[in-house]
């Protein structure tokens, strides 16, 4: 399993790296831990692979008033230990901590987890349930995208050809917020999600369960109503949880009803 | 040939410090934990190009063209070979056994008119490195004409599947039946009768390294080495050179360190005369070096087996018939007799039991799919087959398991015993083991707690699973059962000039530690420190010829025979050692290198006596030959056994219908152990796989016939995080008569028992009888669905 | 899914980086994962490659001091940065202490897994991990088909806790 051929380039400036991102058949390349797999198995065939590694205004994390702000190309491993996420985003903290192990850590980003979009993946459900903001960035200019409009039905999300997560920017919950993370992995070591469910209260305000999991990105329930596990084949649509090859989508919504009430009856502040 | 050793010198001593029974750390770890060993892709060879393999994406098609016309023009290619050219060079494999109900079968070295199943090789490409070998393979044009698949075992019973292999009647490969007893007629007067199915799904061995192999031809292109990991270097040895038309005796087969095999690395592959004709025919090294992909898709598949039992009992609980219907799903070649896995199932379900009337027919299927071999234990569901109808027949009564086990268990005052199935058991302690089991277990009490944690609402439950696990399979039982094959095993003991000390026999370790072990049994039986004692295993320039590793027969069959010719050879010493100081061997023996009488040392070592038969032959004893080596062959008896009970208690969460297993004993007797910590480490490793068997690991096909679980992430084996937290063992080892060392070989049983009591654990907390494996959350929770609403 | 216009095969980069600490200065394709740079080029072969997929943990290696699996990366991403294999750890007073560990406790079999086990538990150490369940964890991620880990833990728990017998 080798990479076929392919161009390469490392832009310095974002300005060459979103020329380089225009032509058809280019792919951005962050942290490679879902983009150089699929080259492997060359389930990816681009015409030209544009890393980003020397991009370094998107990177970092800054703590303006009521917002956090995290550059596309932070690292898992830095949103972990970042101390504004840790004391201010705590349901972000924890969703980063459940990502697979160290080592996908160390290289995966922020922005190539919501790029990739893979179904259950922890940093999309979590940045749903607070509400965050995708800032995308292209030659065509910039735009703002919240999380929740960010995937497209079927797998895919609404980042166009050329287009980069520049970054993404998290609104503070109120004090007195209470929030909860669970998910449900596949077995064996991969440890990717099947099912990832966020939940967040805010004080006379905001409440969100969110779910992720199915083949058109997160899902936003109604916190109120708790799913009824006689209703999996509704759910399942509900969340477009569609069959895998070790486990139906009935079974994928019978767990995502576990995960929902457990997070409802473990919210922590 | 007496096993009793009467022919040996007895050897009065303590335990020789090393030597056999000692847990020594392993000598392979030096090389292993410092990264310096050498695997299959560590190796170096001057102009090696790589070898990558076109292969069907079709579970059944016809290949109506093919043209390798722009695959060749890629830069770096240096040859692209199809099934028809290579037909040129390889001859197909062919196993055609004269045995009844085995109908031969021939696979083509690359598929060439038609393909049988997704992965099926149809071209060899080779290239400058394996990154140009791939982009080339896809310029392969290969244009095919899909066919309807067999995929359905009871559709190929039935007649009404596409057949797999035309010059054959039907998919059904082989048809064979035993009965013992009268089974027809007590099952068919009995009061009591059951029906029960297993159903256990298919899998694939999935060594962390997968297969590969290297060959070099010399200059003349006339003597082939073969580099490769292979758990039989002398049987692949004449196999590949039968394949290629090279004699033998031009064919050397070397074995790097090998990353785990489990039955896979068992045989010559298809790819691997592809790669050795290519290579001579380009004149330079080829390598092939198959991806993860390639081996969870193309290599070797299994456990594809369905028994169906029908049990007659007492009101008691006393079994007294079985009649067992057996089916297996054989894949698309045969590259092992298709009786070999099946028959063994069969074999073993009469278990530890006393039951006498009892008849299985067997019924081995062709598919279009990846082909079946052995992996570790293929006879592993034969525990919970046995075992679960133990459990049945409990519950039809409505006594404990435990109870009517003990109705049926054999005791060790009826042995030497012939079971049901025509094998004979002796040097096994069902019961005692049982009994230490149940035991160490605490059982009274453990049901007491699960009766308190079920009155709370929790799915807790036990299962208990006797093994009796069968070793070493020797000629006789391949002759007995009817399938082709032998099962000696030799070994060459020598002593150097400067008294250091080599052995090599037919075994090849694939993980095992057999390079530390056969040092211990050597060490013990020569008298010698273990460092002195040099192993050299998988070059076949290195005689002896064995039948090598497999079914649990290293330390039975390698270790038996290293012993035998240890002993020997520490005769020998004794008797030039009498001869010069005047006196009866029998005065003496050898320890720590030296020779010693009335147990002080007699001032000679065993380096003085190499010296004497090397350098000064003509002060041996009359009739004693020059030197120091011994040449011993030695085959065991049809079938050793060891036996162990495990019992494992089970917790099932109802919401996500996950497995917690909160406790797992088990009790074994694998006889005496050479390296008890190396013992421990294989029923270690069995366990984990028994349990992934049971609980994740599947090879899923789409109805179209193509392999949906290509990747790790698909088939996920067992997770350091997903192992039992602790097990509790108990050795109750009694000696093999049978075995020189007295060894009984246990690797396999680790399987047996996992799945079994697992499997009777989940079903015991669930309440309702589990028929089909694996036992994945969502199977779970339908079982649940349909005990809480048996009218959906 | 057959292309049949592949981009110049031959595009290939400088890669300028250290290598258990040597500099070393290639051209690569850039296609070429560093694990086939490090084991096939640089002849580094502790470090095995047993999915890539990013999966089973056999190709752990250092970079900047941390663990990362060199089958999900390109060569060309070390291009500036420091990388150790297991060849690099061999006067590391605690990868010898788990090496150690490991052969006592009969931890390995095949082996294929093991240098990548133990270069993950070294950076676990060298990133202050201080609990054997915390390494412990980080180890799940890697695979091992032969040992069962029972042994793999019980000297992992020897190593991240004082006076406790890896045997």
């Not at chain 2, 159903?199 to 297969?211: D, I, M, T, V």
């Not at chain 3, 060569?75 to 297991?86: I, K, N, P, S, W």
Request: aromatic share 4%; glycine share 10%; with cysteine.
């Amino acid at each position: 399993m080798k990479p076929p051929p392919f161009r390469y380039r490392r832009p310095t400036e974002l300005d060459e790296a979103l020329a380089l991102l225009a032509e058809p058949g280019a792919v951005a390349l962050a942290g490679g831990q879902d983009v150089v797999p699929q080259l492997n198995s060359r389930r990816l065939r681009p015409s030209t692979v544009v890393d980003l590694a020397e991009l370094v205004p998107l990177r970092g994390i800054t703590d303006e008033a009521g917002t956090v702000r995290i550059g596309a190309l932070t690292r898992h491993r830095d949103v972990l230990g970042s101390p504004p996420v840790r004391d201010r985003l705590g349901l972000l903290h924890q969703a980063a901590g459940h990502i697979g192990h160290g080592a996908i850590r160390n290289r995966g980003t922020l922005g190539g987890s919501c790029a990739s979009a893979l179904p259950g993946a922890e940093l999309p459900t979590a940045l749903v349930a607070l509400g965050a903001t995708l800032h995308l960035v292209s030659t065509g200019g910039r735009r703002s995208v919240p999380a929740a409009g960010f995937h497209g039905g079927d797998g895919g999300t609404v980042l166009r050809q050329g287009e980069l997560i520049e970054a993404v920017t998290v609104p503070v919950p109120p004090p007195g917020s209470v929030w909860s993370f669970a998910e449900h992995t596949r077995r064996g070591a991969f440890k990717f999600p099947l099912v990832s469910v966020a939940a967040l209260r805010a004080p006379g305000g905001v409440a969100r369960v969110v779910v992720g999991g199915g083949r058109g990105g997160p899902v936003i329930l109604d916190p109120e109503h708790r799913p009824n596990p006689d209703e999996l084949d509704e759910l399942a649509d509900r969340l477009a949880f569609a069959d895998q090859p070790q486990t139906g989508r009935r079974h994928l919504a019978r767990i995502a009803c576990a995960l929902i009430e457990q997070a409802l009856t473990t919210e922590a502040p | 040939m007496s096993l009793l050793d009467s022919t040996h010198t007895e050897q009065t001593s303590a335990r020789v410090p090393g030597g056999i029974g000692e847990p020594v750390a392993r000598r392979e770890d030096l090389r292993l934990v410092e990264g310096q060993s050498a695997y299959l892709g560590d190796l170096r060879f001057p102009g090696l190009a790589e070898a990558v393999f076109v292969r069907s994406p079709h579970a059944h098609a016809r290949i109506t063209a093919i043209s390798a016309d722009r695959a060749r023009a890629l830069p770096g290619v240096l040859a692209v070979v199809t099934g028809a050219e290579l037909a040129e060079w390889v001859s197909p494999w062919r196993i055609a056994p004269d045995i009844a109900g085995l109908h031969p079968m021939s696979a083509p070295p690359l598929a060439t008119g038609t393909v049988r199943f997704h992965g099926d090789p149809v071209a060899i490409v080779v290239a400058r490195d394996r990154y140009l070998a791939e982009d080339a393979a896809e310029l392969v044009e290969v244009t095919y004409e899909p066919l309807p698949a067999a995929l359905d075992l009871s559709e190929s019973l039935a007649g009404t599947a596409p057949l797999v292999d035309e010059t054959l009647p039907s998919n059904v490969l082989c048809d064979q039946s035993h009965v013992n007893g009268n089974p027809a007629e007590v099952l068919a007067t009995a009061a009591h009768v059951l029906r029960i199915s297993f159903s256990q799904q298919r899998q694939a061995h999935a060594p962390l390294e997968p297969r590969g192999c290297v060959a070099v031809w010399d200059r003349a292109g006339r003597r082939l080495t073969v580099h490769t990991g292979t758990q039989v270097p002398a049987p692949y040895r004449t196999a590949i050179a039968g394949r290629l038309g090279v004699p033998e005796h031009q064919v050397r087969v070397v074995c790097p360190d090998v990353g785990g095999s489990f039955g896979q690395k068992l045989v010559a592959y298809r790819e691997d005369a592809a790669v050795a004709a290519l290579a001579r025919r380009l004149g330079h090294p080829v390598r092939w070096r198959e991806d993860r992909r390639e081996n969870l898709v193309s290599a070797l598949h299994a456990r594809e087996d369905e028994v169906d039992l029908e049990v007659a009992f007492t009101a008691e609980g006393v079994v007294r018939a079985v009649r067992a219907r057996l089916r297996s799903d054989f894949g698309a070649y045969a590259y092992f007799p298709g009786n070999y896995m099946l028959q063994v199932i069969g074999m073993m379900i009469p278990g530890p039991y006393r039951f006498q009337d009892f008849e299985y027919d067997l019924k081995v299927l062709l598919s279009n799919k990846c082909p079946a071999g052995p992996y570790r234990a293929p006879m592993a569901m034969c525990t919970w087959v046995t075992e679960g109808m133990m459990d049945a027949v409990a519950r039809a009564v409505g006594k404990d398991p435990v109870e009517v086990r003990r109705l049926n268990l054999l005791e060790e005052s009826e042995l030497p015993y012939q079971s049901a199935a025509g094998q004979v058991y002796t040097d096994i302690t069902p019961t005692r083991t049982f009994e230490r089991g149940i035991e160490a277990f605490g059982y009274e009490r453990e049901r007491a707690e699960q009766a308190r944690e079920r009155a709370e609402g929790r799915l807790v439950g036990i299962g208990v699973a006797s093994v009796i696990e069968p070793t070493t399979y020797g000629s006789a039982f391949y002759k007995l059962a009817g399938i082709p094959g032998s099962g000696h095993e030799a070994a060459l003991v020598r002593i150097a000039p400067t008294g250091v000390v080599s052995v090599s026999t037919g075994l090849m370790g694939t993980g095992q530690g057999y390079e530390t072990m056969l040092a211990q049994v050597v060490a013990d039986g020569l008298g010698v420190p273990p460092e002195t004692v040099d192993v050299l295993l998988g070059d076949t320039d290195v005689p002896p010829y064995g039948m090598g590793s497999r079914g649990s027969r290293g330390a039975t069959a390698g270790g038996g025979v290293a012993l035998l010719a240890a002993r020997d050879l520490r005769d020998k010493i004794l008797r030039i050692a009498a001869h010069r100081l005047d006196t009866e061997p029998a005065e003496l023996s050898v320890a720590d290198g030296r020779i010693v009488r009335a147990g002080e040392p007699a001032g000679l070592t065993v380096r003085d006596i190499a010296a004497i038969a090397y350098l000064d032959p003509v002060s041996l004893p009359p009739g004693v030959e020059p030197g120091l080596e011994v040449l011993r062959a030695f085959d065991p008896p049809p079938m050793t056994f060891s036996n162990s009970v495990h019992l494992c208690r089970a917790e099932v969460l109802p919401d996500t219908g996950t497995v917690r297993i909160s406790r797992y004993v088990v009790a074994e007797d694998a006889g005496q152990l050479i390296n008890p910590m190396l013992a421990e480490g294989q029923l270690h490793g069995a366990l984990a796989l028994g349990i992934a068997g049971t609980l994740q690991e599947h090879v899923v096909y789409s109805p179209a016939g193509l392999n949906l679980t290509d990747s790790f992430r698909d088939y996920p084996f067992l997770a350091l995080d997903e192992m039992v937290e602790r097990l509790e063992l108990v050795h109750c080892g009694t000696p093999n008569q049978r075995i020189p060392g007295g060894m009984k070989g246990m690797s396999e049983g680790g399987v047996m028992g996992g799945i079994a009591a697992l499997t009777l654990a989940v079903q015991d907390a669930l309440g309702v009888p589990v028929d089909r494996l694996p036992l994945t959350g969502e199977r779970i929770c339908l079982l649940l669905d349909r005990t809480n609403n048996p009218d959906r | 899914m057959t292309t049949t216009d592949h981009p110049a095969p031959a595009d290939e980069r400088d890669l300028t980086c250290t290598v258990n600490g040597a500099p070393v200065q290639l051209r690569v394709p850039v296609r070429r994962l560093l694990s086939d740079v490090l084991r096939d080029d640089l002849d580094l072969t502790a470090l095995q490659v047993g999915c890539e997929d990013g999966v089973c943990g056999a190709c752990t290696v250092l970079l900047d001091g941390e663990a990362v699996r060199a089958c999900t990366m390109l060569a060309v991403q070390a291009d500036g940065h420091d990388v150790v294999t297991l060849e690099g750890l061999r006067d590391d007073p605690f990868a010898s202490e788990v090496k150690r560990a490991f052969s006592q406790a009969h931890a390995l079999q095949c082996g294929f897994c093991t240098s990548g086990m133990i270069t993950t538990l070294l950076a676990c150490h060298n990133a202050g991990c201080d609990s054997p369940d915390e390494a412990l964890h980080e180890l799940s991620g890697n695979l091992c088909r032969c040992t069962g880990y029972l042994n793999i833990r019980r000297a992992v728990r020897g190593l991240w806790q004082e006076g406790e017998d890896p045997r």
